[in-house]
Every structure is written in C-alpha cells, then in structure tokens.
C-alpha cells in the first residue's frame, strides 16, 4: 500500500530519503524554503582517508561502493554529468604522518586506497612537500551545485517539492498532520535549522559554518586534488575550490574577511604560486559532537523521524544511509545505537 510521507528540507539528507522511499512506491512530499544549502556549496570531496592518522574513514567499505553506485544511476536518471573521480594527492605536513603513510600503505586492507610514497619536490616545485608526498586513489568529488539543482528540478517537476517555510505551528505531531494534510510520517532533515524547530531538540546538532573560496591560477594540475591544511579542487578552466574554514556554533550565512583570511592562510602552507579570488561562499553544516550522523524515530511521536548530522563526509554516508532510514521508516529495522539518536536518550 502506497503511504505519503512530508520530508522538512530538499538537501543533500532530504533529497536522498526522498528518493529511496520513492523507488520503493512510496508519495513524497520535500518543502523547504530555498535559502542557503551547505549541500551545494561544500567541495562534495569524496575521500577514503582520514588523514589525521592516515586511518580509513569511518565504514568506508560500505559507504564507498555504495555510493558510487548510487551516483551513476542517478546520473543516468536526471541526464545530467556530476559524479568525477579523482586522485588526491597528499603533501605531508610531518616526518611522522609520513610514516603512517608507509605503514598503512604497507597493509593489505589499503591497498585500493594508498598509492606509493612519491618524493614531491621536483615534480612539484610550487608545493610544500618536503616531506613527502602520496596519492589516495578511489576518491572523487561530486559537482554538488549541478547535483543539488538537478535532483531539486526532479521532484519540482513531479510536484514533489515545494519552495515553502515550514512552520512548526501548523505541524500536529501526535497525528503528523501538516497544516491540512495526514501524512504516515514526516522525517526532518533541516540540516542546522533543525535546533531552531521544536522537535528532537535534546539531540546535540552543532551549527559549523564553513567557508570556501574559488581562484583562478595557472600553475596547478587540473587532473588532481590536493591536500595538506586545505583542499584544493579542480574545477576546469583553470578554477579550484579552495576550503575550509570550520567556525563552531556559528549560524551566519555571510563570507567574511577574516575566514579569507583563514583560507589564503591555509592555502599558503601548500601552494607557493599566484592565484587570482574569484569569489568565496559560505554555508553551515550539521556536525555532532561524537562525529556520527542521526538517525532514527522519535520516542514521543511514533511518526516523526530524523535524518541529520550528515557533517563534512556526508556525500559519502548520504546513500547508504538514506536506505538505512527507508528501512527504519518502512520496516521498523533500527538502525545501529552508534548512529541512532537513542544513544542520546
């Protein structure tokens, strides 16, 4: 039987639940007010590597494979060119993250992922590589702004997405009714927005604004990613993204002097050439404190759900884990207490 569900913001956590219950012949309803997405302006790097002790990223085995699946179907489905893969390349910042480098590039789990230590200083004279350098292969990046435009045209053009606030007001939870409709259940994914509504407001939601900028230069490879203290993404026609800053419990949505200020900073510990500022964004992401995402059901009102906390590997996490919560919503299959939001309860 065919059940409606009203889904509160058409990000990256939105579009994705939205899509999985409607492959599995549900109705979908997306409202979200088009203000700011952090879904369209983050890089949408997809990265194997948590470079912090050169670990893979949390559950990366399943995420990965996944979610390059996911991607080229949807490709395929919206006609539309988003999903790049791209080598990374790494310029260590120590000898000791060098040696992790080699160690773990030395096991066989991390085969697919790190490629052999390079030396870095004649082949890239405009880096600060001197102590090395590796390439993190399996990686790449979504175009997050053709993406998230693209999916938003889909379900406007199917009716299934409106450009509207919601109001908390007009929500009756106990019968998850919105304003003069009953639906089966109605799943949050407002991103940051959500510690401004009152629903699973216990839940620890930080407000982590992010900025990013985008300069001209000729003197960086367009076919690799870089990476030490920053980002560095290629574009085409000579543009990169550059990023980020990470501002804790900041909800503005301005770019700001001093986060440029933090970007060129960054940018100046990798990258020894010129480069021309095109421009700088800035955008917010929902971030938890014990960097899991939050999933799951609330204990007061059987019909609210909530999928959030995608933080900065979200294009990694979003199409697995969106499945995860379709089969929450529609089997009652708890997801795992790590991520689930009872382990706040």
């Known amino acids: 039987m065919k059940k409606s569900y009203l889904i ?18 549900q109705q979908v309803l997306l409202l979200d007010k088009g203000e700011n997405h952090s879904s369209s302006i983050a ?11 050169m670990n893979k990223s949390w559950r990366l085995d399943d995420f990965l494979p996944f979610s390059e699946t996911f991607y080229k179907e949807l490709e395929s489905l919206l006609e539309v060119s988003f999903y790049h893969p791209i080598p990374i390349l790494r310029c260590f910042s ?13 096991k066989r789990e991390y085969e697919d992922y790190l490629h052999d ?10 880096l600060h590589c001197e102590f090395g350098m590796g390439k993190v292969k399996s990686a790449y990046w979504i175009n997050t702004s053709v993406f998230v435009e693209n999916f938003q045209k889909y379900f406007l053009t199917n009716n299934e997405l409106r450009v509207q606030e919601f109001h908390s007001g007009d929500l ?3 019968e998850a009714r919105y304003e003069d409709k009953i639906y089966d259940g109605i799943i949050f994914c407002a991103g940051h927005a959500q510690k401004y509504l009152p629903y699973f407001h216990h839940l620890p939601i930080e407000q982590t604004k992010g900025q990013v900028m985008t300069i001209r230069t000729n003197e960086l490879s367009e076919t ?9 993404l290629p574009l085409g026609k000579k543009l990169f ?6 501002e804790w419990n900041n909800p503005t949505l301005h770019a700001t002097p001093d986060g440029l200020h933090d970007l060129q900073d960054k940018l100046s510990h990798l990258f020894k050439g010129s480069y021309e500022l095109i421009k700088q964004d800035a955008g917010i992401r929902p971030t938890v404190k014990d960097r899991r995402p939050l999933l799951g059901q609330s204990d007061e009102y059987n019909h609210l759900y909530l999928f959030n906390g ?16 379709a089969e929450l919503i529609l089997e009652g299959k708890e997801p795992p207490m790590e991520y689930n939001i009872k382990r706040f309860s």
């Open 172 to 174: 009756f939870p106990a």
């Open 94 to 106: 120590s000898l000791q993250e060098k040696q992790w480098w080699l160690e773990k590039s030395a």
């Open 224 to 232: 690799e990613s870089l990476n030490r203290k920053c980002f560095v």
């Open 43 to 53: 890089a949408g790097i997809v990265n194997p590597m948590v470079f912090r002790r």
């Open 241 to 246: 993204k550059v990023g980020a800053t990470y």
């Open 8 to 25: 509160i913001g058409a990000g990256l956590a939105g579009l994705t639940i939205a899509y999985q219950l409607k492959k599995r012949g």
């Open 310 to 325: 995608l933080g900065a590997k979200g294009y990694m996490m979003a199409p697995l884990l969106s499945l995860e919560m």
């Open 117 to 126: 230590f390079q030396n870095g200083n004649t082949e890239h004279p405009l």
